[in-house]
T-cell receptor, first 115, second 114 residues
Framework: GAVVSQHPSRVICKSGTSVKIECRSLDFQATTMFWYRQFPKQSLMLMATSNEGSKATYEQGVEKDKFLINHASLTLSTLTVTSAHPEDSSFYIC???????????FGSGTRLTVV | DAKTTQPNSMESNEEEPVHLPCNHSTISGTDYIHWYRQLPSQGPEYVIHGLTSNVNNRMASLAIAEDRKSSTLILHRATLRDAAVYYCILRGGAGGTSYGKLTFGQGTILTVHP
């Protein structure tokens, strides 16, 4: 149980375009999901907390207008990277938990390359 | 956010036990201790978590110091598939501004030799 599906696994886009990444909890409902970014040879950095039915909470230094998060249902959160630039190229990962007493399940990640 | 300190790297031989240490001296009473591991180009994988008592599951054991300022992840018999980056993380407890969040440190790179 506790499966999180992330799609796409890999995407290449042109500079200036937008890219949407989906994160789905397949066998549980997640009122909260988290989005991370990971640069090569670095650790994961929390970008934002996605809350079902309300606005996302962004970490300090993360541009909310550039990284749009929508959590429209209890099983789906999306991250849209708007007007992407080469410096946005990174590994994006989402996670969710079944509840306070459980561990977190992570998606398999999305490798974004902006050319 | 409460932080953790782990060795940058550790090595082990296959079939031998591995003890991965973690220090978290600023842990608060409601923080859970979580462990995850990550293979290259994959999302992290949950390993184990606990609050005060030692925990066992099919993957590993978690030994938590009595004062909760340190913990040790124990892999009983390392295999080549256990080679990964292991992260020890404090999950923010209820009532705090970091409730539910996981803040990743640099982790420990575990190398397993055949």
């Amino acid at each position: 149980g506790a499966v999180v599906s992330q799609h796409p696994s890999r995407v290449i886009c042109k500079s200036g375009t937008s890219v949407k990444i989906e994160c789905r909890s397949l066998d549980f409902q997640a009122t909260t999901m988290f989005w991370y970014r990971q640069f090569p040879k670095q650790s994961l950095m929390l970008m934002a907390t996605s809350n079902e039915g309300s606005k996302a909470t962004y970490e300090q230094g993360v541009e909310k207008d550039k990284f749009l998060i929508n959590h429209a249902s209890l099983t789906l959160s999306t991250l849209t990277v708007t007007s992407a630039h080469p410096e946005d190229s990174s590994f994006y990962i989402c996670s969710a938990s079944r509840g306070a007493f459980y561990g977190y399940t992570f998606g398999s990640g999305t490798r974004l390359t902006v050319v | 956010d409460a932080k953790t300190t782990q060795p940058n790297s550790m090595e082990s031989n296959e079939e031998e036990p591995v003890h991965l240490p973690c220090n978290h001296s600023t842990i608060s009473g409601t923080d859970y201790i979580h462990w995850y591991r990550q293979l290259p180009s994959q999302g992290p994988e949950y390993v184990i978590h606990g609050l005060t008592s030692n925990v066992n599951n099919r993957m590993a054991s978690l030994a938590i110091a009595e004062d909760r300022k340190s913990s040790t992840l124990i892999l009983h018999r390392a295999t080549l598939r256990d080679a990964a980056v292991y992260y020890c993380i404090l999950r923010g407890g209820a009532g705090g501004t970091s409730y539910g969040k996981l803040t990743f440190g640099q982790g420990t790179i575990l190398t397993v030799h055949p």
